[in-house]
């Protein structure tokens, strides 16, 4: 059986993408062409790889088996013509990182922006949202996330301290209410409410107390999938929020917000930088990786 390279990239990045459309802009071509290009490897294999609806697209077993077998395999393919990047004067080449939307406002941009500037020949594309994605499926170089979330295959280096939460309301707010003496007696509050991406569940509220762990389901007017959100909604009386302390910054400290119920927020780890064991860093991934492994002082 002849077989067409190209056709077998085409279903690689549609597998990947899980839309014709997606695909077709990062391959370059029509969607008319994409599609003819996969049914023409259909035909020749004489088996169907994918399942297609006006809405979706997804991998029939065959389709599964085939990613599996061959996706690596171009992926290792397109790390060795990347490595050519090396004989420049220069490291090149585009790096893909997936974070959150403050990590990279607060640390990652001020640390990788002066790279930019000494390399000109590298490029950064950041996805910020509060999601975990797969950067292996996904076709990341790299991750942030918080230390205690990362897969134990992946290698982790530490951006920064431990971590705390902080419950917090303002002045406004609790003017008129009770202060909450425990985690349990939020539910009496209105809380703001974050939703979260990955899963589409709202967030339950994690603490730790004398007698071990505990959770709480809180209720409140206000939903939002980002976290600069809720702390405007906080500091405009919208209820009580709950995040990384270091995202009120110092609303805190000067008083525009309240901290409640502290001695409830033990530290935790904070956030990682991490990415898959088994794949060679690129110059241009190298590049970054040091400069985020600078001090944090």
Known sequence: MKRNFNDL?????IAREGSFTRAAAQLGITQPA??????????????RLLTRTTRSVSLTDAGECLLAAIGDR???????????????????GKVKITCGPFILHSLLLPKLLPILKQYPDIELEFDANHGFKNIVADRYDAGVRLGGTIDKDMIAISLGPKLKMAVVASPDYLATRNLPLSPKELVHHNCINMRMM????????????EEGPCKVRVNGQLTFNTSAHIVDAALAG??????PEEEFGQHITDGRLIRLLEEWCPEFPGYSLYYPSRKQASPAFKIILDALKQNYD
């Open 9 to 13: 990239l085409s279903f690689i990045t």
């Open 34 to 47: 994409l599609s003819q290009a996969i049914s023409g490897l259909e035909n020749r294999m004489q088996i």
């Open 74 to 92: 171009f992926d290792e393919i397109e790390f060795e013509l990347d490595r050519l990047t090396e004989l420049r004067d220069k490291p090149a």
């Open 198 to 209: 990955t899963s589409g569940d709202v967030y339950v509220w994690e603490f730790e107390g």
């Open 238 to 243: 919208g209820g009580i929020a709950f995040l």
